[in-house]
């Protein structure tokens, strides 16, 4: 089954101490996308990847990493957590500029205390 | 910069009834147009784009939304809601040139549907 899986899908943390969620597509997509979404303003676009090793900012990359060494995966870091950080975060991938068409995981909920 | 304006944060129906969801959009380039929906402690879901090509697009589930150049438009209807329907819907524009296939996102509109 094509998908997008992300982990954890749920999480409590404390601030700065340091968490990866993990995402992996089945779908050999070149792009990859991570985004958050908070209540009243939709989604937003932390970071993204062309392709393997091409990584770029989104619309709020402020205080996140990612990195793409392999073509299925796209972890996103939080070096630091913090309170502003609570928030459901998303990957997505797609064909990329062959198909804006975006294909998303489940979610990850992130609460920072 | 692309724009993507969902008047409204919640619209409610009867059963039966005509689903009606606006979506007004803002891009200096011909743009993708899409809608997405949202089930409780879901992902998204792509329920139909626009691309090129014929303005009226269907979608799935019985969804069909119109491009409208002169409007900057793509509202989704629906002309019988279903109780399943309830949902966060999301309308989303990318432009055609790039390499960042980004799309941004309305802040998008929770549908109820009463029995």
């Known amino acids: 089954e094509a998908q997008v899986t992300q982990n954890p899908r749920y999480l409590i943390t404390v601030t700065g101490k340091k968490l990866t969620v993990t995402c992996s597509q089945n779908?050999?997509?070149?792009?990859m996308s991570w985004y958050r979404q908070d209540p009243g303003l939709g989604l937003r676009q932390i970071y993204y990847s062309m392709n393997v090793e091409v990584t770029d900012k989104g619309d709020v990359p402020e205080g996140y990493k990612v990195s793409r060494k392999e073509k299925r995966n796209f972890p996103l870091i939080l070096e630091s957590p913090s309170p502003n950080q609570t928030s459901l975060y998303f990957c997505?991938?797609?064909?990329?500029?062959?198909?804006?068409?975006?294909?998303f995981g489940e979610g990850s909920r992130l609460t920072v205390l | 910069a692309q724009s993507v304006t969902q008047l409204g944060s919640h619209v409610s129906v009867s059963e039966g009834a005509l689903v009606l969801l606006r979506c007004n959009y803002s891009?200096?380039?011909?743009?993708?147009l899409f809608w997405y929906v949202q089930y409780p402690n879901q992902g998204l879901q792509l329920l139909l784009k626009?691309?090129?090509?014929?303005?009226l697009v269907k979608g799935i589930n019985g969804f069909e939304a119109e491009f409208k150049k002169s409007e900057t438009s793509f509202h989704l209807t629906k002309p019988s809601a279903h109780m399943s329907d309830a949902a966060e819907y999301f309308c989303a524009v990318s432009d055609q040139t790039g390499a960042n296939s980004k799309l941004t996102f309305g802040k998008g509109i929770t549908l109820s549907v009463r029995p």
């Open positions: 626009y691309t090129t090509g014929a303005t």
């Open positions: 997505a991938s797609s064909f990329g500029v062959r198909s804006r068409e975006l294909f």
């Open positions: 779908m050999n997509h070149e792009y």
């Open positions: 891009s200096s380039v011909p743009p993708y």
